[in-house]
């Protein structure tokens, strides 16, 4: 006969403990997505910054989505997030005149240095939202202290260099020609000198 007290398997604390480690992780593999998303789009429009033929494309892809036409394949000049959208919602929300689709001819109609400095900082915020979540993984710190140590000089150099990207693009852009005008220009601002 024991002396010890019959303790339960699981304690409501440990079933909290690990819903919190479920959303931990959910949230980090949705981090990584964006990140990849992040990265694709960047090179996309890198490929297609100031191009006039891209931009008739990603015209002609609007106004087709106007018409109801899902087909056709258009991840080469829209990129993966795009093409992931088009085929599991409608082709109005994700090239229509009221859905995503204008960022992306807005991307190809700018100059071409604003448009590449601008999809160079996309793609190096893809790569923070790539390492961020490993940064605040205490296991992986433990396990792999050098690839923990890399991956944060990695997040750093990148957030840094988006933001001098960043800069650079609102130092060379007129007010006027910012997405989303005087709000989104301070705001932005804000965050590049913020990090």
């Not at 007290?5 to 997505?33: E, N, Q």
């Not at 390492?131 to 205490?138: C, H, I, N, Y």
């Given at each position: 006969?024991?002396?010890?007290?019959?303790?339960?398997?699981?304690?409501?604390?440990?079933?909290?403990?690990?819903?919190?480690?479920?959303?931990?992780?959910?949230?980090?593999?949705?981090?990584?997505?964006?990140?990849?998303?992040?990265?694709?789009?960047?090179?996309?429009?890198?490929?297609?910054a100031?191009?006039a033929?891209?931009?008739?494309?990603?015209i002609?892809?609007?106004?087709?989505?106007?018409?109801?036409?899902?087909?056709?394949?258009?991840?080469?000049?829209?990129?993966?997030?795009?093409?992931?959208?088009?085929?599991?919602?409608?082709?109005?929300?994700?090239?229509?005149?009221?859905?995503?689709?204008?960022?992306?001819?807005?991307?190809?109609?700018?100059?071409?240095?604003?448009?590449?400095?601008?999809?160079?900082?996309?793609?190096?915020?893809?790569?923070?939202?790539l390492?961020?979540?490993?940064?605040?993984?205490?296991a992986?710190?433990?396990?792999?202290?050098?690839?923990?140590?890399?991956?944060?000089?990695?997040?750093?150099?990148?957030?840094?260099?988006?933001?001098?990207?960043?800069?650079?693009?609102?130092?060379?852009?007129?007010?006027?020609?910012?997405?989303?005008?005087?709000?989104?220009?301070?705001?932005?601002?804000?965050?590049?000198?913020?990090?």
């Open positions: 006969m024991s002396l010890a007290a019959d303790t339960p398997i699981s304690t409501p604390a440990m079933k909290g403990a690990w819903l919190v480690r479920a959303i931990a992780v959910v949230l980090a593999l949705a981090m990584l997505l964006y990140g990849v998303v992040a990265i694709d789009t960047g090179v996309v429009n890198y490929k297609g100031g191009n033929e891209v931009a008739a494309k990603r002609e892809m609007q106004r087709a989505a106007e018409a109801g036409d899902n087909s056709g394949s258009v991840a080469e000049h829209s990129g993966i997030g795009f093409d992931f959208l088009r085929k599991h919602s409608s082709p109005q929300y994700s090239f229509g005149k009221e859905g995503l689709s204008e960022p992306a001819i807005h991307y190809a109609t700018m100059p071409k240095f604003n448009g590449i400095t601008l999809s160079i900082h996309n793609a190096l915020g893809g790569v923070c939202m390492f961020g979540a490993l940064q605040f993984w205490p992986f710190r433990r396990r792999f202290p050098l690839w923990h140590r890399a991956f944060g000089g990695l997040y750093i150099l990148a957030a840094q260099s988006a933001m001098i990207a960043a800069m650079i693009y609102l130092s060379r852009t007129a007010v006027v020609d910012i997405y989303d005008h005087l709000t989104f220009y301070v705001g932005l601002w804000g965050l590049a000198v913020g990090v």
